[in-house]
């Protein structure tokens, strides 16, 4: 039996869909996909950590709803993400005998979700599309708002494509098995979303005790995310944009770490940190108001100090290589005050060196 059903609707102007959480949905996933109408064959992607955990609940419960499924599994991580993978994935399925009328579901965090997200967008030139996410990252972000991607050496996410899921099915059941580093990590995107746009949301974060009850506040997240994503599902007015509060600096931090010495959301943990101390000079972020913000992160663990290994001239290099500079201003997120964010045209590379430097011990 699964815990009781909590849901969000994602209004798009072309897409309609479902986000529904529920600790043990999993174990009654087929119900929900068999409602969707969208055939009776699927291909499960997954990777080699979630696979063996998941993937039989998730085939059984299809197989009651006489739903047929295949299991394609990639090894975990981020070097899964690539075209080569989407090549692998897609002719595996054309060798299995699946055409258009299969159907895509992501089992796994956001690696998967990026990854699956694309091959459904191109397979057959796209087909039905259903994330399952695993991680808190992929259940509070990636697996809402219709981004997909792949990684090339040249960087991170660089091709891709939006294409929005049929339905999200979230079992927060599934994060008692993640890893306490991953579990930790996804908070930075949780407090991201608290100081953009809703400050209530702190207290929740700072009541949160291991996986148990998180429902509510996963629920939350979706919600918060969909409505910026709901006005600006293409990143074209500036308001998609507020979610990238900290990720500036902290994908700078992350790439110099050459996405060994950090994970992406103890990166960003830095980064908002900086952000914060960019927004108290830029505009009227308070010193108790980026309290709030530290505290919350260090209740899970993440970090709040730079060492010297990195030095700030090679995160600003990084910042310049991105082209994220021009007349030596970058379009740079900050808050006015906690909850409510905006975007700056007036911050400098010095401001950013300074607040990095703040950032050391
Ligand atoms: N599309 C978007 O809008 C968006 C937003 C944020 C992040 N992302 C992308 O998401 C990726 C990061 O996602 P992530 O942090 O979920 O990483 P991930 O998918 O690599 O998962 C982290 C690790 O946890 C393992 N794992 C996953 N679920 C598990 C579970 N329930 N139990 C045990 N182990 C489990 C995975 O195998 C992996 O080793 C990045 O590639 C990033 O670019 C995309
Ligand atoms: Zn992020």
């Excluded at 197989?63 to 994935?89: F, M, T, Y």
């Excluded at 700078?252 to 101390?277: C, D, P, Q, V």
């Excluded at 899970?300 to 030596?328: A, E, R, W, Y």
């Excluded at 905006?342 to 050391?360: F, M, P, Q, Y």
Aim: aromatic share 6%; glycine share 8%.
């Amino acid at each position: 039996m699964s815990s009781n059903k909590i849901s969000a609707k994602i209004n798009l102007k072309d897409n309609a869909y479902e986000v529904i959480v529920s600790k043990g949905i999993l174990n009654d996933c087929g119900n929900y996909i068999s409602n969707l109408e969208i055939g009776n064959r699927c291909a499960i992607i997954s990777d080699s950590n979630v696979a063996p955990l998941y993937a039989s609940k998730v085939s059984e419960s299809l197989a009651n709803k006489n739903i047929k499924s295949e299991l394609i599994v990639v090894d975990a991580g981020e070097s899964s993400k690539s075209l080569e993978s989407v090549e692998k994935i897609c002719r595996k399925m054309i060798k299995t005998g699946h055409d258009r009328h299969v159907f895509v579901i992501a089992l796994g965090g956001g690696v998967i979700g990026d990854l699956a997200g694309l091959v459904a967008s191109v397979f057959y030139r796209g087909v039905p599309f259903i994330q399952i996410p695993t991680t808190i990252v992929s259940q509070v972000d990636s697996a809402v708002g219709g981004k997909t991607g792949v990684n090339t050496p040249e960087g991170k996410n660089l091709i891709g494509s939006f294409y929005h899921p049929k339905i999200v099915i979230t079992d927060t059941l599934t994060l008692s098995s993640l890893p306490e580093r991953e579990f930790n990590e996804g908070f930075a995107e949780v407090i991201k979303h608290a100081a953009i746009r809703d400050k209530s949301m702190f207290e929740d974060i700072m009541s949160v005790e291991g996986y148990e009850n998180l429902d509510e506040l996963i629920l939350k997240n979706v919600e918060t995310k969909a409505r910026i994503v709901e006005q600006d599902e293409k990143e074209l007015s500036g308001l998609r944009a507020h979610l990238n509060y900290g990720h500036t600096i902290g994908h700078a931090i992350e790439t110099a770490g050459r996405y060994g010495k950090f994970l992406h959301g103890e990166a960003i943990s830095l980064g908002l940190i900086a952000a914060n101390k960019i927004s108290s000079q830029k505009s009227n972020l308070s010193d108790s108001e980026n309290e709030i913000i530290i505290k919350a992160l260090k209740k899970f663990n993440l970090p709040t100090q730079l060492d010297n290994s990195v030095s700030t001239q090679s995160l600003i290099d990084i910042m310049k290589s991105d082209k994220k500079f021009k007349n030596g201003k970058i379009r740079f997120v900050i808050l006015n005050k906690l909850g409510e964010a905006e975007l700056s045209e007036d911050v400098s590379e010095d401001d950013i060196s300074l607040a990095i430097e703040a950032l050391r011990p």
